[in-house]
């Protein structure tokens, strides 16, 4: 069947609907579909008198000016049939669909467009990421972060049961022989452009703040188990198998209130017991993502000649509470006390008064997969405006119908298209390169590439919130995307580092390649 709504196969003329206009019987058209609200009228949140007003008429326009079409699935048992001899012409999307919107979805899904980057592997993935986030995250994703309440275990079991958690960390052998949702993809082929399609699918639920409480954490922490907790083995194993299989939770905590994008500036330390054998760590980290609900901590600390990386346990002097941030409290954003927190010296990462190595080597997926999900969202916003702009009408006319808003639009869409092309050059460039030869490559592309798209993020904020007026600042309704990106990108622009800090390291990683090369 098409995608449309599944309704009764009565079917009525107009002219029967045109009678049902009175207090005991209220009935009007949407698309083609009869509905009888008549019972529906007190429960109507915007009041009775807006549905009286269309009583026993075709109420197509007047409903799109107001409502998203997911109201009508909502209240689908609310439709008695059809108009005899029409039929519904709106889409009707089911989990898992492409968008036919123009610029909905990236070049290199949509038909009429080819891309060398992408095989087999990479849409099947996307089909399947894509049908597990509609079905499974966004029920959850939209109540959460309405509510502000944190994710859910039983959310975190689906994902470990599907491999997302494993697939989270990007390449490597961590992802082998593992079932990766129902063998979309073998974790052996898994590569950047698949970690690129996990990172944009799952933005799309449009809850920023519950995409941060959607286990970031562990996305930039667990890094640090994987890549440097090879003197421990044990520790590794045991750290790596309770994440992956949701058990345990896990984030990185390395900015404090005196230090953010300046990491040489930490002032929690960590210092020796005369023994040797324990680490006792006192200091405080600020805004740190997923901290409430998390059982480790890597964290940044500063040792006798330098800094380093502990994985801290939570336990005995470990305190962790909420910061109310702009966006929804589901992120776990966090405030850590360690007061006089006793650990182990085995649980160092990587080497004593070295950590900055440690910390350093994490910011390039971090901040990499930051531009993936800020990109993916901008393109989100592209196609609710252009949605909106083809249904509101306005002294008159349609949106899109005024040149001032065509022009927004093409603003907005050359911003999107550009900088998703620069993304999947550089995601190109991390397939072919050693990791070692990426941070000395790849650190600065990837910083400017992402102190760019949150600059873009900054205009097509800005220009949407004009398209869509009041609706763009509301949180419920029509403009619930846009007021939620609006709300929310700039997190983006300072998270995993600041655009000044990111512009001014990539003109310096620049001026090392500089040759003598004169006007």
């Given at each position: 069947?098409?995608?449309?709504?599944?309704?009764?196969?009565?079917?009525?003329?107009?002219?029967?609907?045109?009678?049902?206009?009175?207090?005991?019987?209220?009935?009007?058209?949407?698309?083609?579909?009869?509905?009888?609200?008549?019972?529906?009228?007190?429960?109507?949140?915007?009041?009775?008198?807006?549905?009286?007003?269309?009583?026993?008429?075709?109420?197509?326009?007047?409903?799109?000016?107001?409502?998203?079409?997911?109201?009508?699935?909502?209240?689908?048992?609310?439709?008695?049939?059809?108009?005899?001899?029409?039929?519904?012409?709106?889409?009707?999307?089911?989990?898992?669909?492409?968008?036919?919107?123009?610029?909905?979805?990236?070049?290199?899904?949509?038909?009429?467009?080819?891309?060398?980057?992408?095989?087999?592997?990479?849409?099947?993935?996307?089909?399947?990421?894509?049908?597990?986030?509609?079905?499974?995250?966004?029920?959850?994703?939209?109540?959460?972060?309405?509510?502000?309440?944190?994710?859910?275990?039983?959310?975190?079991?689906?994902?470990?049961?599907?491999?997302?958690?494993?697939?989270?960390?990007?390449?490597?052998?961590?992802?082998?022989?593992?079932?990766?949702?129902?063998?979309?993809?073998?974790?052996?082929?898994?590569?950047?452009?698949?970690?690129?399609?996990?990172?944009?699918?799952?933005?799309?639920?449009?809850?920023?703040?519950?995409?941060?409480?959607?286990?970031?954490?562990?996305?930039?922490?667990?890094?640090?188990?994987?890549?440097?907790?090879?003197?421990?083995?044990?520790?590794?194993?045991?750290?790596?198998?309770?994440?992956?299989?949701?058990?345990?939770?896990?984030?990185?905590?390395?900015?404090?209130?005196?230090?953010?994008?300046?990491?040489?500036?930490?002032?929690?330390?960590?210092?020796?017991?005369?023994?040797?054998?324990?680490?006792?760590?006192?200091?405080?980290?600020?805004?740190?993502?997923?901290?409430?609900?998390?059982?480790?901590?890597?964290?940044?600390?500063?040792?006798?000649?330098?800094?380093?990386?502990?994985?801290?346990?939570?336990?005995?002097?470990?305190?962790?509470?909420?910061?109310?941030?702009?966006?929804?409290?589901?992120?776990?954003?966090?405030?850590?006390?360690?007061?006089?927190?006793?650990?182990?010296?085995?649980?160092?990462?990587?080497?004593?008064n070295k950590g900055i190595y440690v910390i350093l080597s994490n910011f390039n997926h971090e901040r990499w997969m930051m531009a993936c999900a800020?990109?993916?969202?901008?393109?989100?916003?592209?196609?609710?405006?252009?949605?909106?702009?083809?249904?509101?009408?306005?002294?008159?006319?349609?949106?899109?119908?005024?040149?001032?808003?065509?022009?927004?639009?093409?603003?907005?869409?050359?911003?999107?298209?550009?900088?998703?092309?620069?993304?999947?050059?550089?995601?190109?460039?991390?397939?072919?390169?050693?990791?070692?030869?990426?941070?000395?490559?790849?650190?600065?592309?990837?910083?400017?590439?992402?102190?760019?798209?949150?600059?873009?993020?900054?205009?097509?904020?800005?220009?949407?919130?004009?398209?869509?007026?009041?609706?763009?600042?509301?949180?419920?309704?029509?403009?619930?995307?846009?007021?939620?990106?609006?709300?929310?990108?700039?997190?983006?622009?300072?998270?995993?580092?600041?655009?000044?800090?990111?512009?001014?390291?990539?003109?310096?990683?620049?001026?090392?390649?500089?040759?003598?090369?004169?006007?």
């Amino acid at each position: 069947m098409a995608n449309v709504l599944n309704v009764p196969d009565k079917t009525f003329t107009r002219e029967e609907v045109k009678k049902h206009n009175t207090e005991d019987s209220t009935w009007f058209i949407i698309d083609s579909v009869v509905y009888d609200v008549s019972e529906f009228l007190d429960a109507h949140p915007g009041g009775e008198a807006v549905l009286r007003q269309v009583a026993g008429q075709d109420a197509t326009s007047a409903f799109y000016n107001l409502h998203r079409h997911e109201v009508l699935i909502k209240y689908n048992d609310l439709a008695i049939g059809t108009i005899k001899g029409e039929k519904q012409s709106i889409i009707t999307p089911r989990p898992g669909d492409l968008s036919p919107v123009p610029y909905a979805e990236p070049l290199w899904l949509t038909p009429q467009f080819k891309s060398p980057y992408f095989n087999d592997s990479h849409r099947s993935l996307q089909k399947a990421i894509r049908k597990f986030t509609d079905e499974v995250i966004a029920p959850e994703a939209l109540e959460k972060e309405r509510t502000g309440e944190l994710i859910s275990q039983d959310l975190i079991d689906k994902m470990s049961k599907a491999g997302i958690l494993h697939m989270r960390m990007g390449p490597g052998k961590h992802l082998h022989g593992v079932n990766l949702l129902d063998g979309a993809v073998k974790g052996e082929e898994f590569d950047y452009f698949h970690d690129m399609i996990m990172a944009q699918e799952q933005v799309r639920v449009a809850c920023r703040g519950f995409q941060d409480g959607n286990m970031a954490g562990m996305a930039i922490g667990l890094t640090c188990i994987l890549n440097y907790g090879d003197k421990n083995p044990a520790l590794k194993k045991r750290i790596t198998e309770e994440v992956f299989a949701g058990k345990k939770k896990i984030c990185l905590a390395i900015t404090e209130a005196f230090a953010g994008s300046d990491v040489a500036g930490l002032r929690t330390t960590a210092t020796k017991t005369p023994d040797g054998k324990h680490y006792i760590v006192n200091g405080t980290k600020k805004w740190i993502t997923n901290g409430v609900f998390c059982d480790y901590f890597v964290t940044g600390v500063k040792t006798d000649k330098g800094l380093s990386v502990l994985l801290i346990e939570r336990g005995e002097g470990v305190e962790t509470k909420p910061i109310k941030t702009s966006y929804s409290p589901a992120a776990g954003t966090t405030y850590i006390t360690f007061d006089n927190v006793k650990v182990p010296v085995e649980n160092l990462l990587g080497e004593e008064n070295k950590g900055i190595y440690v910390i350093l080597s994490n910011f390039n997926h971090e901040r990499w997969m930051m531009a993936c999900a800020t990109i993916r969202y901008m393109r989100l916003v592209v196609e609710e405006s252009l949605k909106w702009a083809h249904q509101r009408l306005v002294f008159g006319k349609r949106l899109i119908d005024q040149p001032v808003i065509r022009q927004k639009l093409a603003k907005m869409i050359a911003l999107c298209e550009s900088h998703q092309s620069w993304l999947e050059t550089i995601t190109y460039q991390m397939n072919h390169m050693p990791y070692s030869e990426q941070a000395k490559h790849l650190g600065g592309p990837i910083a400017l590439l992402k102190m760019s798209c949150t600059r873009a993020a900054h205009e097509i904020a800005d220009e949407s919130v004009q398209i869509w007026g009041g609706r763009g600042l509301t949180q419920t309704g029509m403009g619930r995307v846009i007021e939620n990106f609006n709300r929310g990108y700039k997190f983006d622009a300072i998270l995993g580092g600041a655009e000044e800090v990111l512009g001014d390291l990539g003109v310096r990683q620049a001026m090392k390649f500089m040759p003598k090369a004169v006007l």
